[in-house]
């Protein structure tokens, strides 16, 4: 994937941290999920008062491609505003459903982005980084002793 593609998916991840319900931190995150063939869901974290139930950004947009019955995806572009990887839950989460996903992440904030280096050639977000590198000796239903996922 090359660097206009990335900043892409960024731009879109960002439109959806827009919609971000977040009262109580202020965090916003946006998420886009790109599927195998080139399908495209958004996400954006939703606060409780109660925490628990807070859904992030990775689990809205595979729970809406989920949905539309997309389940294999080979990239995630997550935005926030400190440039935040995907948390443990998510992780896991998306390594149900893909173990080689690429990860990328970046700044809500574009303007911190172009900002972040003195190096014109350097890029602005980070990635690709494998989920299975973000989440050493995981383990699903598909790679268990218990078999396939049906």
Known sequence: MNNTDVEHYLALAREAARKAYCPYSGFHVGCVLLGQDGEIFK???IESCA???????????????????????????????TRVSPCGVCRQFLYEFAPGLHVYVGYLDASIESATSLDTTAKSYLGPITLADLLPGSDSLQQSALGHKR
């Open 43 to 45: 996400g954006c974290n």
């Open 51 to 81: 925490y628990a139930p807070s859904i992030c950004a990775e689990r809205t947009a595979a729970a809406s491609a989920i949905v539309q019955g997309v389940s294999a995806w080979k990239a995630v572009f997550v935005v926030s505003p």
